[in-house]
C-alpha cells in the first residue's frame, strides 16, 4: 500500500489475511506449514451496522483452529484479518501462544476483501459499507456468534470463554480499538504495528526510513531520487524501461513506486539487501540508477513480489471483483476516506521525491474515487483517540527500523503498556513474524533478527500481560456464568 503499508497498498500478502500496509504483491504463499488451518467457514453478517431499516447479509469468511484448545474453558484468541484476502490462519507467534495458553484460534476475513464482498461489483457508490467502524461491529457479531456456536458444539448454555484479539499493522489498529469500543468482549487485546493515529501528512515515515538506513545508506539513496529527477524530463521513457516501469506514465506515480521499493526493505526487515549493494555501488564509483534498477528488478518485484500494475491509477480504478487484485483498491478507498496515511516527502533531507506531496494523494483519491472523497483523519482520531486512545489491556509492540511506528502508540500508559523491539532488521510486526517480516517464517522464528534476544524479550512481556489478563477475566466470572 503506497503506504500502510508501503504504499497504500494492501496486498502485501495474498493469503496471509494482512497486507501490512503494503499491497501491491503478487505473490501466494504456498507451504501449508505457514497456515494453522485453511478449510473455509462462513458467517452470515449483517450489511450496515448502523441502519435500522436495511437488513441485507453478506457472507464472511472464517477459519478456526481447535488443535491446541483445552477443552472447555481455554482461551479463544481472534485474529483479526486486515486489508487483504485471508487464505488461512497463518502460522507466525500466534501458534506458539495458542500452544502456550490452550487457545482456540479463529480469525474472520475483513469485508469486502478476499471472498467477503458484499458486492460483484466495487464502485465507489458499492464500497459505502467499507470502513473501520462497520469492521469492528463485524467483529463483535462474529464473536457472540462463534462464543454461542462453541456452546452448541459443547452442549452448554450461557458460558463464555475468556477472548484475546490480536492483530498487525491496520489490524493491530482494529485489534486496540476493538477492546477500546467493545470492552466486555475480550480480555484485552495485542496492538503489533497497530496504526491507531490518522495522519494527513505523515511526514514522519520518509524520515525514520532515512534514521533505519542510516546516514552512508540514506545519502546514496537521496542521490539515486536526485539522479532520478534530473533524467525524467529528458529521457523519462528509457529510465522507467530501466526499472520495468513503463507501465508508469505518469511520473508521480514512479516516484511512488521508486520510494516504495526502498520503504519495503526496512519496513520488512530487509535493509542489508539494499543497503549493502547501493554502498558498495557508492564505493565503486558506479552508476547508481543502474545498481537501484537491479534492486528493484531483484527484490522489489522478483523476490519481495510487487506487481507494478497496482501503481497506476487504472489498475486502482477497476471495479470488476477479483480476489487477488481488488486489494489495492479497496485500501486506497479506506486511505482516501479515513485514514490517509498519505507518505510525503518532509520538507528538507527527504528520500522520496518531493513530487510526492498532499496534492498527488488527493488527486488520487478524486480520480480513483471521484469528486468529494477525501480523509476525514480528525474525524477518525476524535472516533478513536488517536494516540490518545482511552482504552485499557492493551498491549503495542513496534519494530524500532519500521516507518509505520510513527502512526502507532509508542508511549506507555496505564493499562496500555507499549514495547519497541530494537533490532537492526526489526519491522513491521516482527513481534509475531520474526525475520524479515515480508515472507512467512513459521511460528515467527525470531532466529534471524539480528538480535533474536530483543525479540524474545518483548514476547516474554506479551505472554506476561496476556496471562495476567486472561486470569483476571477469569477470575472476575465471566468464564463461569
Ligand atoms: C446464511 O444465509 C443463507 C441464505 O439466507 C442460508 O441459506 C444459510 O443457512 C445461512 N447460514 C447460516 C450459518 O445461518
Ligand atoms: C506537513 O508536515 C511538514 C513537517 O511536519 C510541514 O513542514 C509541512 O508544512 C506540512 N504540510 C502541510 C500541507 O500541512
Ligand atoms: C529538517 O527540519 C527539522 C524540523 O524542522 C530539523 O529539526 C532538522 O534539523 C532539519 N534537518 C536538516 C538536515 O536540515
Ligand atoms: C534464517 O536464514 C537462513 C539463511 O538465509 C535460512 O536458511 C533459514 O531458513 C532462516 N531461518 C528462519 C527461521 O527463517
Ligand atoms: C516503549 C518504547 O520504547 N517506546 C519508544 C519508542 O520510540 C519512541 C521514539 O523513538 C520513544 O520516544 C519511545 O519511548
Redesign the pocket.
Known amino acids: 500500500m503506497r503506504g500502510l503499508l508501503v504504499f497504500v497498498g494492501a496486498l502485501l500478502m495474498i493469503n496471509v489475511c494482512n497486507a501490512l500496509l503494503t499491497s501491491r504483491i503478487n505473490r501466494m504463499s504456498s507451504s501449508s506449514s505457514n497456515y494453522l488451518s485453511k478449510e473455509v467457514l462462513w458467517f452470515n453478517q449483517t450489511l450496515d451496522h448502523f441502519s435500522p431499516y436495511d437488513h441485507r447479509k453478506f457472507q464472511q469468511r472464517y477459519y478456526e483452529y481447535l488443535n491446541e484448545f483445552r477443552i472447555p474453558d481455554g482461551p479463544i484468541f481472534l485474529v483479526i484479518g486486515g486489508e487483504s484476502a485471508c487464505g488461512g490462519i497463518s502460522n507466525d507467534y500466534i501458534g506458539v501462544l495458542a500452544k502456550k495458553f490452550g487457545a482456540a484460534v479463529v480469525t474472520l476475513e475483513h469485508r469486502y476483501y478476499g471472498k467477503s464482498s458484499p458486492f460483484e461489483s466495487l464502485t465507489t457508490e458499492n464500497l459505502k459499507f467499507l470502513s473501520s467502524k462497520q469492521a469492528l461491529f463485524d467483529l463483535a457479531a462474529f464473536r457472540e456468534f462463534y462464543q454461542e456456536s462453541l456452546n452448541l458444539k459443547l452442549k452448554r448454555v450461557n458460558v463464555e470463554n475468556p477472548w484475546f484479539v490480536f492483530g498487525i499493522s491496520y489490524a493491530g489498529a482494529l485489534s486496540a480499538w476493538f477492546r477500546l469500543k467493545f470492552p466486555h468482549l475480550t480480555c484485552g487485546s495485542l496492538a503489533s504495528s497497530g496504526v491507531v493515529h490518522a495522519i494527513l501528512n505523515f511526514t514522519e515515515y520518509d524520515r525514520q526510513i532515512g534514521e533505519s538506513a542510516g546516514p552512508e545508506c540514506k545519502a546514496v539513496l537521496q542521490e539515486v531520487t536526485q539522479l532520478v529527477e534530473q533524467r525524467l524530463p529528458s529521457d523519462g521513457e528509457a529510465l522507467k524501461t530501466r526499472f520495468g516501469a513503463s507501465a508508469l506514465k505518469v511520473d508521480g506515480d514512479f516516484m511512488y513506486f521508486l520510494a516504495d521499493a526502498a520503504a519495503v526493505a526496512f519496513q520488512y526487515g530487509d535493509p542489508d539487501k539494499l543497503c549493502t549493494p547501493m554502498t558498495n555501488a557508492k564505493k565503486a564509483g558506479e552508476d547508481l540508477v543502474g545498481a537501484y534498477a537491479k534492486y528493484v528488478n531483484e527484490y522489489y518485484v522478483g523476490s519481495f513480489g510487487a506487481n507494478i500494475q497496482t501503481y497506476t491509477q487504472e489498475y486502482l480504478k477497476k471495479t470488476t471483483l477479483s480476489d487477488s487484485e481488488s486489494g489495492d483498491r479497496l485500501w486506497w478507498f479506506q486511505v482516501c476516506t479515513e485514514v490517509a496515511f498519505f507518505q510525503v516527502a518532509p520538507a528538507n533531507d527527504s528520500i522520496r521525491s518531493s513530487k510526492i506531496d498532499i496534492g498527488y494523494h488527493l488527486d488520487l483519491c478524486k480520480n480513483v474515487f471521484g469528486e468529494g472523497v477525501y480523509p476525514v483523519v480528525d474525524a477518525t482520531n476524535l472516533y478513536y483517540g488517536g494516540t490518545d486512545i482511552a482504552g485499557s489491556q492493551i498491549v503495542?509492540t513496534?519494530g524500532?527500523q519500521d516507518p509505520w511506528?510513527?502512526a502507532s502508540k509508542?508511549?506507555?500508559s496505564p493499562g496500555m503498556?507499549?514495547?519497541?523491539v530494537?533490532c537492526q532488521n526489526c519491522g513491521h510486526g516482527s513481534d509475531l513474524r520474526g525475520c524479515p517480516q515480508s515472507h512467512l517464517v513459521p511460528e515467527g522464528n525470531s532466529k534471524n533478527c539480528s538480535s533474536p534476544d530483543a525479540v524474545n524479550k518483548v514476547r516474554q512481556q506479551m505472554i506476561e500481560q496476556i496471562d495476567l489478563w486472561l486470569s483476571q477475566c477469569h477470575a472476575a466470572g465471566r468464564s463461569s456464568m
Open positions: 503495542f513496534n524500532s511506528r510513527h509508542q508511549i506507555s503498556p507499549s514495547y519497541i530494537t
